[in-house]
């Protein structure tokens, strides 16, 4: 299992919408709607923000949406503010009890 | 709220065991729902998974550490530990336990991380 593939950072200015990708293979994300994201700031724990796909836990912003196409998971956030600045990972069942996490992307701003 | 804690050494010789153990308060660790997850960090760098374990002792683990590493899960005490064997420099990581949702292979809940050193 590859970890999958994420841009390694990613910069837009407050207010504005940025969208991250996450590039699996067949296997992973293209196989199953089991695609989770995580928001991490600096010295903390990962927080979950989006599960199977576009599902959002309870009490996490509705700016944060996750689809997918095919084999690439996307995490879009809208309305972009001071806080949103973090690292974000995302996460694929990968068949036969595995998981794989993506190398995750910094969100700043410009 | 369920919580989890990691606990154990923060310093560990090169070629010895790292041993990690993660409470769980708030919630039982035989919930069926769930799977219990090791999940590390490097410094500066992203998310790997270890592996994890069901309350029956079902484990598993990644294929790249599956050759040292080892998952129990003690009910009576409401825990689940971690052993890694022969470790090296490159195993030293942030360790967090997180809860795993079985419905949706999703971790749901996380511990605050255990800062693991590996160095003579």
């Known amino acids: 299992q590859s970890a999958l593939t994420q841009p390694a950072s990613v910069s837009g200015s407050p207010g504005q919408s940025i969208t991250i990708s996450c590039t699996g293979t067949?296997?992973?994300?293209?196989?199953?709607?089991?695609v989770s994201w995580f928001q991490q700031h600096p010295g903390k724990a990962p927080k979950l923000i989006i599960f199977?796909?576009?599902k959002r836990p309870s009490g996490v912003s509705p700016r944060f949406s996750g689809s997918k196409s095919g084999s690439t998971a996307s995490l879009t956030i809208s309305g972009l503010q001071a806080e949103d600045e973090a690292d974000y990972y995302c996460?694929?069942?990968?068949?036969?009890?595995?998981?794989?996490f993506g190398g995750g992307t910094k969100v700043s701003f410009l | 709220q369920l919580q989890l804690q990691e606990s154990g050494p923060g310093l560990v010789k090169p070629s010895q065991t790292l041993s990690l153990t993660c409470t769980v308060s708030g919630g039982s660790v035989s919930s069926d729902d769930y799977y219990w997850s090791w999940v590390r960090q490097h410094p500066a760098r992203g998310l790997e998974w270890i592996g994890y374990?069901?309350?029956?002792?079902?484990?598993y683990y990644s294929p790249s550490l599956r050759s040292r590493t080892s998952i129990s899960v003690d009910t009576s005490k409401n825990q689940f530990s971690l052993k890694l064997t022969s470790v090296t420099a490159a195993d030293t990581a942030v360790y967090y336990c997180?809860?795993?949702?079985?419905?949706?292979?999703?971790?749901?809940?996380w511990g605050r991380g255990a800062m693991v050193t590996v160095s003579a």
């Open positions: 374990i069901y309350f029956s002792g079902s484990s």
């Open positions: 997180a809860r795993l949702v079985s419905d949706t292979s999703t971790f749901d809940i």
């Open positions: 996460c694929s069942y990968a068949g036969r009890w595995f998981v794989v």
């Open positions: 067949s296997n992973d994300v293209g196989r199953y709607d089991l």
């Open positions: 199977d796909v576009t």
